[in-house]
Protein backbone atom coordinates (compact mmCIF):
# COMPACT_ATOMS: atom_id res chain seq x y z
CA UNK A 1 0.00 0.00 0.00
CA UNK A 2 1.32 3.60 -0.99
CA UNK A 3 1.00 6.16 1.61
CA UNK A 4 1.16 9.51 -0.46
CA UNK A 5 2.52 12.06 1.60
CA UNK A 6 3.88 14.47 -1.21
CA UNK A 7 1.41 14.68 -4.32
CA UNK A 8 -1.55 13.55 -2.07
CA UNK A 9 -1.35 16.26 0.50
CA UNK A 10 -2.88 19.45 1.30
CA UNK A 11 -0.32 21.99 0.56
CA UNK A 12 -0.67 24.06 3.42
CA UNK A 13 -0.01 20.38 5.59
CA UNK A 14 3.96 20.30 6.94
CA UNK A 15 5.24 17.41 4.95
CA UNK A 16 7.46 16.28 8.01
CA UNK A 17 4.79 15.62 9.81
CA UNK A 18 2.89 14.01 7.44
CA UNK A 19 5.63 11.50 6.80
CA UNK A 20 5.66 10.79 10.17
CA UNK A 21 2.59 10.17 10.36
CA UNK A 22 3.12 7.51 6.86
CA UNK A 23 6.20 6.01 8.75
CA UNK A 24 3.75 5.29 11.70
CA UNK A 25 1.00 3.91 9.52
CA UNK A 26 3.69 1.76 7.62
CA UNK A 27 5.47 -0.13 10.58
CA UNK A 28 2.02 -1.01 11.93
CA UNK A 29 0.87 -2.46 9.28
CA UNK A 30 4.38 -4.26 8.47
CA UNK A 31 5.50 -7.26 10.61
CA UNK A 32 8.89 -7.93 11.59
CA UNK A 33 9.74 -4.14 10.76
CA UNK A 34 10.98 -2.37 7.37
CA UNK A 35 14.44 -1.11 6.06
CA UNK A 36 15.05 2.78 4.92
CA UNK A 37 14.68 1.33 1.26
CA UNK A 38 11.06 -0.55 1.81
CA UNK A 39 10.07 2.59 3.72
CA UNK A 40 11.34 5.05 0.84
CA UNK A 41 9.67 3.49 -1.45
CA UNK A 42 6.19 2.93 0.35
CA UNK A 43 6.38 6.89 1.30
CA UNK A 44 7.35 7.73 -1.76
CA UNK A 45 10.07 9.60 0.18
CA UNK A 46 14.09 10.30 -0.63
CA UNK A 47 16.29 8.07 2.22
CA UNK A 48 18.09 11.46 2.97
CA UNK A 49 14.77 13.38 3.78
CA UNK A 50 13.49 9.49 5.84
CA UNK A 51 16.91 10.00 7.92
CA UNK A 52 16.48 12.95 9.38
CA UNK A 53 13.15 11.97 10.80
CA UNK A 54 14.31 8.33 11.65
CA UNK A 55 16.83 9.61 13.98
CA UNK A 56 15.06 11.83 16.22
CA UNK A 57 12.57 8.88 16.12
CA UNK A 58 14.92 6.04 17.33
CA UNK A 59 16.93 8.42 19.82
CA UNK A 60 13.39 8.58 21.61
CA UNK A 61 12.34 5.49 21.49
CA UNK A 62 9.11 6.01 19.55
CA UNK A 63 11.27 3.75 16.72
CA UNK A 64 13.50 0.99 16.97
CA UNK A 65 16.73 0.16 14.49
CA UNK A 66 18.41 -3.33 14.82
CA UNK A 67 19.54 -5.24 12.27
CA UNK A 68 18.77 -2.82 9.26
CA UNK A 69 15.50 -2.67 9.94
CA UNK A 70 12.92 -0.27 11.75
CA UNK A 71 10.23 -1.10 14.04
CA UNK A 72 7.93 0.68 16.33
CA UNK A 73 9.22 1.31 19.76
CA UNK A 74 8.03 1.15 23.14
CA UNK A 75 7.41 5.33 23.43
CA UNK A 76 4.65 4.56 20.84
CA UNK A 77 3.44 2.11 22.48
CA UNK A 78 2.97 4.19 25.71
CA UNK A 79 1.43 6.91 23.74
CA UNK A 80 -0.72 4.75 22.41
CA UNK A 81 -2.16 3.00 25.99
CA UNK A 82 -2.31 6.48 27.07
CA UNK A 83 -4.79 7.78 24.23
CA UNK A 84 -6.69 4.59 24.87
CA UNK A 85 -6.80 5.04 28.23
CA UNK A 86 -7.94 8.57 28.34
CA UNK A 87 -10.80 7.80 25.89
CA UNK A 88 -12.00 5.60 28.05
CA UNK A 89 -12.05 7.38 31.14
CA UNK A 90 -13.46 10.24 29.27
CA UNK A 91 -16.24 8.14 28.66
CA UNK A 92 -16.48 6.98 32.39
CA UNK A 93 -16.37 9.76 33.57
CA UNK A 94 -19.20 11.89 31.78
CA UNK A 95 -21.99 11.41 33.48
CA UNK A 96 -19.98 13.28 36.63
CA UNK A 97 -19.51 15.67 34.05
CA UNK A 98 -23.47 15.86 32.92
CA UNK A 99 -24.11 15.95 36.60
CA UNK A 100 -21.99 18.17 37.68
CA UNK A 101 -23.53 20.74 34.51
CA UNK A 102 -27.49 19.97 35.31
CA UNK A 103 -26.78 20.55 39.40
CA UNK A 104 -25.00 23.43 39.18
CA UNK A 105 -26.17 25.00 35.43
CA UNK A 106 -22.45 26.55 34.93
CA UNK A 107 -19.95 24.96 32.30
CA UNK A 108 -17.80 22.06 33.49
CA UNK A 109 -14.98 20.77 32.52
CA UNK A 110 -12.95 17.30 32.53
CA UNK A 111 -8.85 18.39 32.54
CA UNK A 112 -5.99 16.22 31.96
CA UNK A 113 -2.13 16.44 33.49
CA UNK A 114 0.68 16.71 30.58
CA UNK A 115 3.33 16.35 33.00
CA UNK A 116 5.82 16.15 29.63
CA UNK A 117 4.31 19.91 28.63
CA UNK A 118 3.82 21.07 32.23
CA UNK A 119 -0.07 21.61 30.91
CA UNK A 120 -3.64 20.92 31.68
CA UNK A 121 -6.06 20.20 28.46
CA UNK A 122 -9.43 20.28 28.84
CA UNK A 123 -10.66 16.84 27.10
CA UNK A 124 -14.10 17.38 28.18
CA UNK A 125 -16.64 19.17 28.52
CA UNK A 126 -20.77 20.69 28.48
CA UNK A 127 -21.45 24.70 28.49
CA UNK A 128 -23.85 26.11 30.51
CA UNK A 129 -26.75 27.25 29.14
CA UNK A 130 -26.97 31.01 30.55
CA UNK A 131 -26.77 33.39 28.34
CA UNK A 132 -23.16 34.72 29.75
CA UNK A 133 -21.00 32.24 30.31
CA UNK A 134 -17.31 30.53 30.38
CA UNK A 135 -16.58 28.72 27.20
CA UNK A 136 -13.58 27.59 25.67
CA UNK A 137 -12.91 24.57 22.70
CA UNK A 138 -12.15 20.46 24.01
CA UNK A 139 -8.53 20.78 23.49
CA UNK A 140 -7.67 23.77 25.07
CA UNK A 141 -4.57 23.78 27.18
CA UNK A 142 -3.40 25.93 30.03
CA UNK A 143 0.03 26.71 32.32
CA UNK A 144 -0.36 24.11 35.73
CA UNK A 145 -0.01 27.32 37.49
CA UNK A 146 -2.81 29.78 36.97
CA UNK A 147 -5.88 27.79 36.25
CA UNK A 148 -8.12 26.18 38.65
CA UNK A 149 -7.97 22.62 37.36
CA UNK A 150 -3.85 22.99 36.46
CA UNK A 151 -3.48 24.00 40.02
CA UNK A 152 -5.34 21.44 41.79
CA UNK A 153 -3.66 18.71 39.69
CA UNK A 154 -0.25 20.09 40.55
CA UNK A 155 -1.00 19.71 43.89
CA UNK A 156 -2.14 15.92 43.56
CA UNK A 157 1.34 15.01 41.87
CA UNK A 158 4.20 13.08 43.99
CA UNK A 159 6.35 15.55 46.14
CA UNK A 160 9.60 14.61 44.21
CA UNK A 161 7.70 15.73 40.39
CA UNK A 162 6.40 19.52 42.29
CA UNK A 163 9.84 20.23 44.03
CA UNK A 164 11.71 19.76 40.01
CA UNK A 165 8.97 21.62 38.35
CA UNK A 166 9.34 24.82 41.25
CA UNK A 167 12.57 24.27 40.63
CA UNK A 168 13.26 24.82 36.74
CA UNK A 169 9.37 26.50 36.01
CA UNK A 170 9.24 30.09 34.97
CA UNK A 171 5.78 31.00 36.42
CA UNK A 172 4.57 33.83 34.48
CA UNK A 173 0.96 35.80 34.52
CA UNK A 174 -1.61 35.06 31.67
CA UNK A 175 -3.61 37.91 32.64
CA UNK A 176 -3.10 41.61 34.85
CA UNK A 177 -3.40 39.84 37.67
CA UNK A 178 0.04 39.28 39.20
CA UNK A 179 1.41 35.75 40.30
CA UNK A 180 2.19 34.87 44.32
CA UNK A 181 5.86 34.66 45.20
CA UNK A 182 7.11 30.94 44.73
CA UNK A 183 6.81 30.84 48.43
CA UNK A 184 3.86 31.60 48.61
CA UNK A 185 2.84 29.54 45.61
CA UNK A 186 4.12 25.76 47.30
CA UNK A 187 2.22 27.17 50.53
CA UNK A 188 -1.14 27.62 47.89
CA UNK A 189 -0.42 23.89 47.01
CA UNK A 190 0.20 22.23 50.37
CA UNK A 191 -3.36 23.95 50.93
CA UNK A 192 -5.08 23.01 47.70
CA UNK A 193 -3.70 19.13 48.69
CA UNK A 194 -5.44 19.05 51.95
CA UNK A 195 -8.73 20.68 51.35
CA UNK A 196 -8.99 19.01 48.07
CA UNK A 197 -10.01 22.14 45.92
CA UNK A 198 -8.60 24.93 43.65
CA UNK A 199 -9.90 28.25 42.56
CA UNK A 200 -8.72 30.35 40.29
CA UNK A 201 -9.86 34.14 39.68
CA UNK A 202 -9.11 36.14 36.62
CA UNK A 203 -5.50 34.10 36.83
CA UNK A 204 -6.36 32.32 33.35
CA UNK A 205 -8.37 34.37 31.72
CA UNK A 206 -9.56 38.44 32.55
CA UNK A 207 -13.27 38.23 34.12
CA UNK A 208 -12.88 34.21 34.81
CA UNK A 209 -12.89 32.00 37.32
CA UNK A 210 -12.70 28.55 38.30
CA UNK A 211 -12.75 25.83 40.79
CA UNK A 212 -11.58 22.45 40.63
CA UNK A 213 -11.15 18.96 42.57
CA UNK A 214 -8.97 16.02 41.32
CA UNK A 215 -10.30 12.59 40.26
CA UNK A 216 -8.07 10.86 43.08
CA UNK A 217 -6.30 7.28 42.30
CA UNK A 218 -5.58 4.74 45.13
CA UNK A 219 -2.23 5.89 45.29
CA UNK A 220 -3.12 9.70 46.21
CA UNK A 221 -2.35 10.97 42.86
CA UNK A 222 -4.70 12.39 40.22
CA UNK A 223 -4.54 12.47 36.21
CA UNK A 224 -7.56 13.91 35.90
CA UNK A 225 -9.70 17.29 37.15
CA UNK A 226 -13.30 17.90 37.24
CA UNK A 227 -13.76 22.24 37.03
CA UNK A 228 -16.57 23.89 37.30
CA UNK A 229 -15.78 27.96 35.33
CA UNK A 230 -18.30 30.67 35.54
CA UNK A 231 -17.81 35.05 35.15
CA UNK A 232 -15.91 35.45 38.04
CA UNK A 233 -18.81 37.50 40.11
CA UNK A 234 -21.19 34.86 39.61
CA UNK A 235 -18.66 32.07 40.34
CA UNK A 236 -17.76 33.92 43.50
CA UNK A 237 -21.39 34.67 44.71
CA UNK A 238 -21.75 30.86 44.20
CA UNK A 239 -18.53 29.35 45.96
CA UNK A 240 -19.93 27.94 49.10
CA UNK A 241 -22.36 25.87 46.98
CA UNK A 242 -20.44 24.97 44.32
CA UNK A 243 -17.46 23.73 46.38
CA UNK A 244 -19.61 21.64 48.53
CA UNK A 245 -20.92 20.23 45.10
CA UNK A 246 -17.63 19.88 43.61
CA UNK A 247 -16.23 17.86 46.65
CA UNK A 248 -19.13 15.46 46.34
CA UNK A 249 -19.13 14.58 43.01
CA UNK A 250 -15.34 14.54 42.20
CA UNK A 251 -15.37 12.29 45.62
CA UNK A 252 -17.84 9.80 43.96
CA UNK A 253 -15.79 10.11 40.36
CA UNK A 254 -12.28 9.02 42.56
CA UNK A 255 -14.27 5.88 43.89
CA UNK A 256 -15.21 5.16 40.58
CA UNK A 257 -12.16 5.42 39.51
CA UNK A 258 -10.49 3.17 42.27
CA UNK A 259 -12.20 0.34 40.93
CA UNK A 260 -10.84 0.56 37.47
CA UNK A 261 -7.59 -1.57 36.88
CA UNK A 262 -4.92 -0.06 37.44
CA UNK A 263 -6.89 2.87 39.00
Do not use: N
Not at 118 to 131: G, H, M, N, P
Not at 183 to 189: K, Q, V
Request: charged share 20%; net charge positive; glycine share 8%.
Amino acid sequence: MKIRSETGAVPSEPRSLLRILGLFEALARTEGGATLAELSGTLEAPKSSLLLLLRPLVAHKYLVHASGRYELGPSIFQLSAEVLASAGITRILRPYIEELAARCDESVFLAMIDKEAKTVTYVDSIDSRQAIRYSVPIGTKRPLHVSAAGKVLFAFQDGDWRKKYLKTARLKPMTGKPLPERAAFEAELDQIRAAGIAVSIGEAVAGAAGIAAPVVKADGTASYALMIAAPSDRLVQSMPALRQLLLEVAAAASETLRHMPGG
